[in-house]
């Protein structure tokens, strides 16, 4: 078998070129975002939120990050109050998230849900910065109950909204409208209202009810004892979603999008509706439904929050909005790269993105291998004064590994992955690389090294797995 070495050289001048944007002009020339508000952990992303959506506030809301039920009806109360919700775990409130209240200045905490949800240890660290209320019942209906019944004794409002406890999305898509309008939100089950419920609905002042959810969420039995109900619902989470945004905002300029099955991310994007002006609707992790992307094509909003990282929301979704909006002309943000270190986690977001275009092609993926990265990572070092296949010694690249190594891509540009890899697909010697089925092409590894001052290097090292 001919073991022939392939190469190719892939030089990109920077100064020319147009990347693929996830900032762009529409035809009208009004810009067009797509910002991501994420951060390590759902705690950690519940600060970015605040950070995003607050300068200041009197009030925060603090709730179980890994327990729902108590969370469901806090949106209208941070609506209410102005102030954001902060997520925790249930024995202990973490320094950043103390952090952030003193940076925003507030005097009062407020806790939801009972010691069974948010520790007694947890209100005590808070005691340290802020004075401490507990709303919490003997389960989430008496807890949603007590909630609601404060908020309409802030927003003076003779409605409320119910929808099934025991089923997060419905409530959470609906904090935006809900907290518009000043409206609580209490829990029902599917075919009965608890007695906490009950209690609450029968001891209120409430003239209307907005029932939120289809059927398997609230039956038409329970809707039918309630007063004046009117139901907004959808065939499933994500028409739910899509119905109540248009309750909520005619032609809304701005969207918040949150991961339909992850609630803590959704529960930290209701500070974000009322600075925005912004409906929730919600998503898959890896591709947009079609009806919520159908709607935002039918709203063209000019700005798009996606609240969560990669692992709520992928990054493919943003690929899908830019599509939505045709022909898209200005330039990008451009990431930054630390001068001086590796970017691993783009060396592997890189190796996903091209074995996904490989299966795409009916080619087997590649199989990462350390020894190629470990070669990449030399020769990313070696291109930053002269991009060639020659090494600084005169030798051909391949003399990094002579074991493993059978080709190489490189590039120099300070972009995301996916933009690398789509000039690279444009042209052939790389293309040719990258979308190879002989047998010596089994194998990669990947290196992005910033130089001193901070411009990515690329190399693609393909080749056998060592033997």
Known sequence: MNRKILKTTFIVVLALFLMLPLTAVADDNVKFEIVRIADKGRIETSIQ???????????????????????????????????????????????????????????????????GSVSKRVAEQLNVVADVERIGGDDRYETAALIAERVMNITGTTSVAVTNGHKYPDALSASAYLGANGIPIVLVAENNIPIATQRFLDHMDINKTIVVGGVKTVSSDVMNNLKNPERIAGSNRFETSIALSKKAYKNPSNVILVNAYNFPDALSAVGLTSKYKAPVLLTAQEALP?????????????????????????????????????????????????????????????AEIINRLRTEQGLEPFAWDDGLEAAAKIRAKEIVENLSHTRPNGENFSTVNKEQVRGENLAILNAYPKDVIDIMMSASGQSSNLLRKEPYFKSIGIACWADSEGKAHWVQMFGVPKQ
């Open 290 to 350: 079609r009806n919520i992307k159908n709607y935002l094509e039918q709203i063209k909003p000019r700005r798009v929050l996606m609240v969560g990282g990669k692992g709520s929301i992928s990054t493919e979704i943003a690929g899908e909005l830019l599509d939505s909006f045709g022909e898209l002309n200005g330039k990008p943000e451009v990431p930054e790269f630390a001068p001086l270190e590796y970017n691993e986690e783009f060396a592997k977001e890189m």
């Open 49 to 115: 939120v605040s950070s995003n959506a607050f300068e200041t506030s009197d009030y925060v809301i603090i709730t179980n990050g890994f327990n729902f039920p108590d969370a469901l009806a806090g949106g209208p109360l941070a609506s209410a109050l102005n102030a954001p919700i902060l997520l925790t775990e249930k024995e202990s409130l973490s320094d950043a998230v103390l952090k952030e209240i003193i940076e925003l200045g507030a005097s009062k905490a407020i806790i939801l849900g009972s010691e």
